[in-house]
């Protein structure tokens, strides 16, 4: 059994896709070292949820589903999004 409490990215470089990389190469990780994929028991972080979902994951469980938004830094980034969409 191999327990992950989570990772830490600097503030740097945030906001690149590299949750979903991470991710990516832990379960790749887990299948060729064990022969197993990853799995989790309770997952309360939606980004991570995102990120799993991303890379083909699927809840067991689907009681409570989690609807992720996406995050707008400021109403600059609300405006130009709002603008390449019409």
């Not at 600097?10 to 990853?38: D, I, M, N, W």
């Not at 990120?51 to 600059?76: C, I, M, R, Y």
Request: net charge positive; aromatic share 10%.
């Amino acid at each position: 059994v191999v327990h992950i409490r989570g990772m830490h990215v600097a503030e740097a470089h945030r906001k690149k896709g590299l949750a979903t990389l991470l991710l990516a190469f832990f379960s790749q990780f887990c299948r060729v070292t064990f022969g197993k994929y990853p799995k989790t028991l309770l997952m309360n972080k939606p980004g991570i949820c995102a990120a799993l979902q991303s890379l083909g994951f699927t809840p067991v469980n689907e009681k409570w589903p989690v609807f992720v938004a996406q995050h707008w830094d400021n109403e600059k980034d609300r405006t130009d999004k709002e603008e390449h969409n019409n």
